[in-house]
């Protein structure tokens, strides 16, 4: 079972999908969780009564599941990357970027101290 932390994300990716009705192009902002896997990339919003909505985007269990999957897709994630952020605070972040910069996306790093609950 996927186990992710929503209330603080380790980074944010945008990316852009093109809407298959019309051609228009989309930008979505997804938050990028710490989870009991090497990547999750959580989506969330609020929905009409303002709650919060979370959909998982894509995962990766491992770098040979990341491998597996850039050399079957072509590339590892399904949309176009605008940007990439992780905070290397984390301890998950540094092994999500070697794949990340491995794979071609080019990845902004910051260091913000992690606030314990």
Same mark, same amino acid.
């Given at each position: 079972?996927l186990?992710?932390?929503y209330?603080?994300?380790? %980074? $944010?990716?945008i990316?852009?999908?093109t809407n ?5 192009k989309?930008?979505?902002? &997804?938050?990028?969780c +710490?989870?009991?896997?090497l990547?999750?990339?959580i989506?969330v919003?609020k929905?009409?009564n %303002? $709650?919060?909505?979370?959909s998982?985007?894509y ?7 990341a491998?597996r &999957?850039?050399?079957? +897709? ?6 176009k990357?605008?940007?990439?952020e992780l905070?290397l605070a984390f301890?998950?972040?540094?092994p999500?970027?070697k794949?990340?910069?491995?794979n071609g ?8 101290a992690?606030k314990?609950?």
């Amino acid at each position: 079972m996927l186990r992710y932390n929503y209330k603080t994300p380790m %980074g $944010k990716m945008i990316i852009e999908q093109t809407n298959m009705l019309n051609g228009e192009k989309m930008r979505f902002t &997804i938050l990028i969780c +710490e989870a009991n896997c090497l990547a999750a990339f959580i989506s969330v919003g609020k929905d009409e009564n %303002g $709650k919060e909505i979370h959909s998982l985007y894509y995962f990766f269990a491992d770098p040979q599941h990341a491998r597996r &999957i850039a050399k079957h +897709e072509g590339k590892l994630l399904p949309d176009k990357v605008i940007s990439i952020e992780l905070n290397l605070a984390f301890k998950d972040a540094m092994p999500l970027l070697k794949i990340l910069v491995k794979n071609g996306y080019k990845v902004k790093c910051y260091y913000k101290a992690i606030k314990e609950d």
